[in-house]
C-alpha cells in the first residue's frame, strides 16, 4: 500500500484565497482524521470521519474551515477565506476504525500551508 | 482537562550516549499511550501502544515504559539516525487522542 496520500505538498497563498487540502487515506481504514501541526501548539486534531460521515468537528477553529469525505479513499479540508495565521502542517491520518482501543493512526506527510 | 506534557522540549545526545523522555499525562480514563516518531518534514510514525501500568515495549534501541502517571521513552546507545522529534499522545474513555508538543532529539556523530 502507498500509505496516506496528501496533496499538494506545499500551498502558497495570498490572504484571502480559498485553499482546498486533499487526502486520500490507506485502502481498508474506516476511519480519517485532519490534523494541523504548529510549533505553538503542537498537533491538533481539528475534525475526524468514521465511514465518511463526520462525528466530531470541534477541533475545526472557524466557520471558515470545513471538510468533506464523499466517498471512503477521499477527503477535503477547505479553508475559505484563508488568513496567514492558518499557516501551518496539515496532516491527514487513517486508521482502521475509531475508537478501537489502541488504534494507531497512519499519517500522511503533510501539505505545509503559508498564507500571506 | 486531559492533558499531555513532554519533557525536555529537546534533547542534544552524543552518539552512545543513552537517556530517557518523559510524558506526563493527566486524562480521564486512559485507554492507551502511543509513541510516534517524526522525521523533518514527515508525518508522525507509529512506534509503541501501551495499555496499562507497568507495560514495557521494545523495540530496537527503543524502550518505553508507563506508569500511572507518566510513560518514559529509554534510548540506549543511540545513533545519528535516531535523531527525530518524538510524540507521545494518549487515547482517553471518549477515545479522543491528544498529543503533546514533542522532544526534539539530536544525537552528534
Known amino acids: 500500500d502507498a500509505g496516506v496520500i496528501q496533496s499538494p505538498r506545499h500551498e502558497v497563498t495570498e490572504m484571502g484565497q480559498e485553499v482546498t487540502l486533499r487526502c486520500k487515506p490507506i485502502s481498508g481504514h474506516n476511519s480519517l482524521f485532519w490534523y494541523r501541526q504548529t510549533m505553538m501548539r503542537g498537533l491538533e486534531l481539528l475534525i475526524y470521519?468514521?465511514?465518511?460521515?463526520?462525528?466530531?468537528d470541534s477541533g475545526m477553529p472557524e466557520d471558515r474551515f470545513s471538510a468533506k469525505m464523499p466517498n471512503a479513499s477521499f477527503s477535503t479540508l477547505k479553508i475559505q477565506p484563508s488568513e496567514p495565521r492558518d499557516s501551518a502542517v496539515y496532516f491527514c491520518?487513517?486508521?482502521?476504525?475509531?475508537?478501537?482501543?489502541?488504534?494507531?493512526?497512519?499519517f500522511g506527510p503533510g501539505t505545509r500551508l503559508l498564507v500571506l | 482537562e486531559d492533558q499531555v506534557t513532554q519533557s525536555p522540549e529537546a534533547l542534544r545526545l552524543q552518539e552512545g550516549e543513552s537517556s530517557s523522555l518523559n510524558c506526563s499525562y493527566t486524562?480521564?480514563?486512559?485507554?492507551?499511550l502511543f509513541w510516534y516518531r517524526q522525521d523533518p518534514g514527515k508525518g508522525p510514525e507509529f512506534l509503541f501502544t501501551l495499555y496499562s501500568a507497568g507495560e514495557e515495549k521494545e523495540k530496537e534501541r527503543l524502550k518505553a515504559t508507563l506508569t500511572k502517571k507518566e510513560s518514559f521513552l529509554h534510548i540506549t546507545a543511540p545513533k545519528p539516525e535516531d535523531s527525530a522529534t518524538y510524540l507521545c499522545a494518549v487515547q482517553n474513555r471518549d477515545d479522543k487522542i491528544i498529543f503533546g508538543k514533542g522532544t526534539r532529539l539530536h544525537i552528534l556523530p
Open positions: 491520518a487513517s486508521s482502521l476504525y475509531r475508537g478501537r482501543v489502541g488504534e494507531t493512526q497512519y
Open positions: 486524562v480521564s480514563g486512559l485507554r492507551g
Open positions: 470521519f468514521n465511514n465518511n460521515v463526520p462525528i466530531d
